[in-house]
């Protein structure tokens, strides 16, 4: 077989070979990506714990503004007319401000779970703070 080009490298099927050879010997872990389901504040971001139902008069921790708004909301669409996905008989004007809409329901995202890495100054305090543990 002739070579168009006459560096080193060029078309060598012995090297080829070996890498697909090597490459089968090598175990490599799985990634295992984990998912949670989290609300986040529609006004400040703060993640917030909840169980299936929010009640109309329940606020956020950190921010102080109420949770059953159309911010937090699932349908909730600027570009929508009266700014609704679903059919709403009344715009309600106050996007941030508690409401009695029935078609409510709490946007929830779905994100990567991400393990906290300390930086070296943590990881020395807490693995001095391990050695003295009773």
Known sequence: MS??????GYMENEDNEKRKREKG??????????????????????EISFVDIIDP???????GHYLHSCKN???FDPGSPKECMK?????IV????KNECKNFKPRIIVEKKVSRQLNKSEQARKA??????I
Not at 57 to 63: A, G, I, R, S
Not at 87 to 91: D, G, I, L, S, Y
Not at 94 to 97: A, E, I, L, P, S
């Open 25 to 46: 010997k090598i175990q490599r872990g799985k990634v295992i990506t984990e998912y949670r389901k989290t609300m986040k504040c529609g006004i400040c971001g703060e």
């Open 87 to 91: 059919n709403v008989e009344k715009r």
């Open 128 to 133: 001095f703070d391990d050695l003295f543990k």
């Open 94 to 97: 106050d996007k941030n401000g």
């Open 3 to 8: 070579r168009k080009y006459k560096f080193k």
């Open 73 to 75: 909301c699932v349908f």
């Open 57 to 63: 008069n329940d606020k956020c921790k950190n921010c």
